[in-house]
């Protein structure tokens, strides 16, 4: 199982720390470093700026929002990236919720969600690959673009520069049982948000399809500490966010997941105290058991433990959530 460092997006500000990181990461073998957007940093220009301050580390956006841009300049960053980086750009894209797409890029989001994503990859495949014009008759991404507001004066072009590589990999964020399956079948890897060794059996028949080679990445919390309840409490944090407000109450895609995880009273909870305002109560009502599953805090004998569970199945890629440069070397450590 390789090593990511999962940087995430900015807060208020950029994190000064971030490049050292990286740059340990590097020095401690780690394969991959990764950044994020949500709605303030973008995950590209973070990424560049690692880049060029390290030399072998594989760079991935965990992830870059597809409504965000359109498919040919989500593929233009990446090509550039990976002409700049001599090979190592990895490019995860995620759809995000309705929320972020009406209410932030002002995009309707897609009634397919499937069919967007579908339409999305294959064109960041067509740039990649540079065989002829990019073409396709989509729903959502039509090259040349057709619609009755348009002048019909639009043309097919293949991108001018030469990308590196055309297999340069493409990996998609992907909750529920439909989108993981589609996932194995149309890209290189899948970036799970909360992964739990305990329920790998969730994900068979999704994963089912998933060629050779095919990477399972989930991102995770790890802390090195001797307070594990202490520990939980960034996880707690960030689930009580994503569960209560990243998204409606009638169409939460985090709290669903958790539902589907065994916890389906409890995200019903954690939505309505954090709807109501009372954020503190929610992050307190996310159960510890939860938080302890989907992440690797403890003493170092209690990680190396759970270490062996994540190890059984489909991992292929540990992205660690951690500030700690300790923990980043003892990770680095157990995992050999």
Known sequence: MRLGLALGYWGRGPDPAHVELAREAEELGYDSVWTAESWGSDAFTPLTWIAARTSRIRLGTAVAQMAARSPTTTAMHAL???HLSGGRMMLGLGLSGPQVVEGWYGRPFPSSPLTATREYVDVIRQVLRRESPVTTDGR???LPYRGDDGTGLG?????ITHPLRADLPVLLGAEGPKNIAQTARIADGWLPLYWS???ADLYEAPLAEAREGFMVAPMARVAVCDNVAEGLLPVKAMLGFYIGGMGHAARNFHADLMARMGYEE???RIQSLFLA???EEAIKAVPDAFADEISL???RERIAERLE?????????????SPDRHTLRILAELNG
Request: glycine share 8%; aromatic share 6%; proline share 14%.
């Open 140 to 142: 959502y991404h039509p």
């Open 197 to 199: 060794p305990q329920r």
């Open 309 to 321: 569970e994540w190890r059984k199945g489909p991992v292929t890629d540990l992205l660690a959530l």
């Open 155 to 159: 043309k097919s072009l293949k991108p």
């Open 266 to 268: 409890e995200a019903h």
């Open 80 to 82: 550039t990236l990976d």
């Open 277 to 279: 305002g009372h954020r």
């Open 297 to 299: 805090v403890g003493p």
